[in-house]
């Protein structure tokens, strides 16, 4: 199977039903995305397909075929995303293990054009924290939106 992973091509020749992480993390090096559950419910798995947030844990590679998968390594360069930018100005990590997978599914949701109401990116993002960071996160989301303008 081939895929585009951060920019580059990528061809694995493993089962089609191998999870999309166990690529990322065994095959590529990129230690950036984390397992969590291993059943798609806490998202510290979370990287984006052709833009979408995905659980990779469950996602299998099957589904990514010629397609775009972008990574907590590959989303800016020197953490210059303003999804990024906000987490650091708003000191969210605690322990860090969910924050790529947070990172990402946020990033993804503030790629929307238009930009969703910011009540709406509370919703979506269901990605679990297991140190309660929740309030900075929030923070960081309300900064995204000083910063890049609130659509509700």
């Known amino acids: 199977m ?16 191998t999870p999309l992480l166990w690529v990322i993390r065994e095959h590529q090096h990129l230690t950036g995305t984390k397992f969590g559950c291993g059943i798609g419910a806490c998202g510290a798995c979370t990287v984006h ?22 990574t907590i ?33 946020v990033s993804a949701v503030m790629a929307r054009k238009p930009l969703p109401p910011e009540s709406q990116v509370y919703r979506e993002i269901t990605n679990l924290c297991r140190c309660a960071t929740y309030y900075r996160i929030r923070k960081a989301i309300h900064r995204l939106y000083q910063t890049q303008g609130d659509a509700s």
């Open 73 to 105: 390594e590959g989303l800016s360069e020197e953490r210059s995303h303003p999804v990024q930018q906000a987490w650091i100005q708003e000191e969210v990590p605690q322990c860090g293990y969910c924050q790529s997978g947070m990172i990402m599914a």
């Open 49 to 70: 397909v052709d833009g979408e947030a995905v659980r990779s844990c469950s996602y299998p590679l099957a589904l990514v075929q010629g397609r775009q998968v972008t």
């Open 2 to 17: 081939k895929f585009i992973l951060n920019g580059k091509s990528v061809t694995f020749d493993g089962e089609p039903d």
